[in-house]
């Protein structure tokens, strides 16, 4: 690299070390230091906000929450993977139409799409309002665990397809034949080459979904209610709620390990390095 | 046991294509049992969509196809016991070297003891022997292409489609492999269907060269008949080097051509009916300018190695010769052949 290259990785460099560097490193600093220091000539290291963090009350925030991340990302693939194929097998002209429609959602504010469902999900909601008409009971669909992953699989879902999508379009038709020229029906092509092909798409949706599924505090807030802490609402709570930025970081830095600990996990399954995981 | 040889293994009736526009227009073709069978032609004159329909990866829009005498038109290709081996050889990426090949068996459901060794058999035969736990990325071209073979040969297909599988092995490689194909062929006794555009390769492993050009067959026939009696003019031009020039045949043995007429051994055309006649290079002698039957002058030669090729211009016309002499460029010659060099070949007008 020469010189002149150099210089313009500067940038670069000056961008990653200000927003993304830096406030890693204060947030890792306010997790390592005790709450009755504001100065920094007084600064005061403990590990008490780790500590504190290994009571059965945060454990279960923790797994309540991976818990329900793997339940919305293992519905995004079941919904989005067949999404994927469908889309990469039909002919182009109408692709670029339905991966559109497909993506239309996301051009619009994540909040706004979430409060669509509290509309649709509600007490007097849509489909209450449904089966009022028809003189049923209502149901109470809002502010539980199926509102959160029926709201986090409707926000996720593009991640997961389009990931997916982008190696099934790109896997060579000539595989599927050469499967089929030896003896292969549909199925067994499915399961022996297309599917064993399309994993690398299948890793990087995964990651794409549970990555956010795991820390996002928007959806269990607006969908789940106050009744049940997740890591995302419980960091924001410390933050914004009861003030304890220290005990809140400490959290943000838990979080951050559990996703890399998942991350470098599923890096195993990813043999050829081409999906997100790589990144790890 | 005469009979048995020549039965027909695959029949092709008036078999057409047609895309945006037609591609194939009534292919009538059958393939004998242990033949091998080369479809040569230009790009996109069909041969390729030929072997798709046969191997069942595209139906014939009009047309039928007997697989051993029974019409296999709607028969998908995982049911046909034809296997193929494809352009770019289309091995499983994901797979090593001996899953590729044990593929067709692991479908089957056979028993991991006689995959072993079938696959072994067969690393054998393409002379990859202890290559099992490679991986395909890490393999050359040439092997790549012998694991191909290998992997659609376990399968003790009755006919095996090849679809230009020398196509991206340089020179040398090919020409050993075409020699390795053909053994590999005589050895399994299996129907090779091939497709190449390479009209040496053709000549030199078939048993039969279908020519195609246009969608059409030109000529079907062994490689010496289609060297030495080219039916038409595009065959004559396609299979090796030809003069071809407009004559007219006066009667039965009698042909005009550049101005002088000749003596030859066509017959059975209509009196004065326009002719192409077809002179291949190496049949054209150099003499003294005196003693030739067609008289011209040298404007190029070119060494070849073997031979000189040589363009002598005969007024109108530019006649190329290959020859192990040659003159010199600007020298004055005369040409003679013999009448049984002369081809006669109907022109299509």
Redesign the interface.
């Known amino acids: 690299m020469n010189k002149r290259q150099k210089f313009f990785a500067y940038p670069y460099g000056l961008w990653m070390t200000l927003f993304i560097l830096l406030p890693i490193l204060l947030v890792f600093l306010y997790s390592i230091t005790s709450k009755d220091t504001n100065q920094i000539k007084t600064l005061r290291f403990t590990l008490d906000n780790y500590r504190k963090f290994f009571d059965p009350l945060y454990i279960n925030v923790i797994i309540r929450s991976i818990n329900l991340a793997l339940i919305s990302t293992f519905f995004c693939l079941v919904i989005g993977y067949p999404v994927a194929y469908i889309i990469s097998t039909t002919n182009l002209k109408k692709r670029n139409t339905v991966l559109l429609l497909f993506i239309l959602p996301m051009w619009m504010n994540m909040l706004l799409r979430t409060y669509a469902w509290m509309t649709i999900l509600g007490n007097n909601g849509l489909i209450n309002s449904f089966l009022n008409m028809l003189g049923l009971p209502s149901f109470r669909l809002l502010y539980n665990n199926t509102a959160i992953v029926i709201g986090m699989v409707y926000n996720f879902l593009p991640f997961m397809v389009l990931p997916i999508y982008t190696v099934l379009s790109k896997m060579?038709m000539?595989?599927v034949?050469?499967?089929?020229?030896?003896?292969?029906?549909h199925k067994?092509t499915f399961l022996?080459?297309i599917f064993?092909?399309s994993l690398p798409g299948v890793i990087s949706g995964i990651i794409m979904v549970f990555m956010p599924a795991v820390s996002s505090f928007v959806i269990p807030r607006l969908l789940g209610g106050n009744r049940s802490l997740y890591i995302g609402t419980l960091i924001e709570n410390l933050f914004l709620v009861t003030g304890d930025w220290h005990f809140g970081s400490s959290v943000a830095i838990i979080m951050m390990l559990i996703i890399l600990a998942s991350m470098s996990i599923l890096n195993r399954f990813d043999?050829d390095k081409e999906g997100g995981a790589g990144l790890w | 046991m005469e009979v048995f040889l020549n039965r027909k293994i695959i029949e092709l009736k008036n078999i057409s294509k047609d895309y945006t526009v037609r591609v194939l227009n009534k292919v009538n073709l059958y393939v004998n049992e242990n033949e091998f069978l080369t479809l040569l032609g230009p790009s996109g004159c069909g041969k390729t969509t030929t072997l798709r329909i046969i191997g069942g990866f595209e139906s014939a829009s009009e047309g039928d196809l007997f697989f051993e005498g029974e019409n296999i038109n709607h028969l998908p290709p995982h049911k046909r016991q034809i296997n193929t081996v494809f352009q770019k050889y289309a091995l499983f990426p994901h797979l090593n070297v001996f899953e590729n090949i044990a593929f067709g068996l692991r479908i089957k459901k056979v028993s991991t003891s006689i995959i072993q060794e079938e696959v072994r058999n067969m690393l054998k035969l393409v002379n990859l022997s202890g290559f099992e736990s490679r991986n395909i990325e890490s393999l050359s071209g040439g092997q790549q292409q012998r694991i191909a073979i290998a992997r659609a040969l376990i399968n003790k297909p009755k006919v095996l489609l090849l679809d230009e599988p020398l196509g991206a092995l340089d020179l040398k490689l090919r020409k050993e492999m075409q020699i390795e194909l053909k053994n590999m062929q005589r050895e399994v006794g299996i129907t090779f269907v091939y497709v190449t555009h390479d009209q040496e390769e053709a000549l030199t492993m078939s048993d039969t060269v279908v020519v195609m050009n246009n969608g059409e067959i030109q000529q079907i026939g062994s490689p010496v008949d289609i060297y030495n009696e080219p039916e038409n003019a595009f065959v004559a031009d396609f299979i090796g080097e030809s003069n071809i020039v407009d004559g007219i045949m006066n009667e039965d043995f009698l042909v005009t051509f550049l101005g002088r007429t000749f003596k030859c051994v066509d017959s059975g055309f209509s009196e004065n009916e326009p002719i192409h006649v077809v002179l291949r290079p190496e049949d054209i002698t150099i003499v003294s300018e005196s003693d030739g039957y067609l008289k011209g002058t040298v404007t190029s030669t070119i060494f070849k190695g073997v031979h000189y090729e040589m363009i002598v211009n005969i007024g109108t016309f530019d006649m190329l010769i290959q020859s192990t002499f040659h003159s010199p460029v600007g020298e004055k010659v005369g040409l003679r052949f013999s009448p049984e060099d002369i081809h006669i070949m109907t022109r299509e007008v």
């Open positions: 060579d000539k595989l034949e050469a499967s089929h020229d030896l003896g292969a029906d067994t022996r080459v064993p092909l043999v």
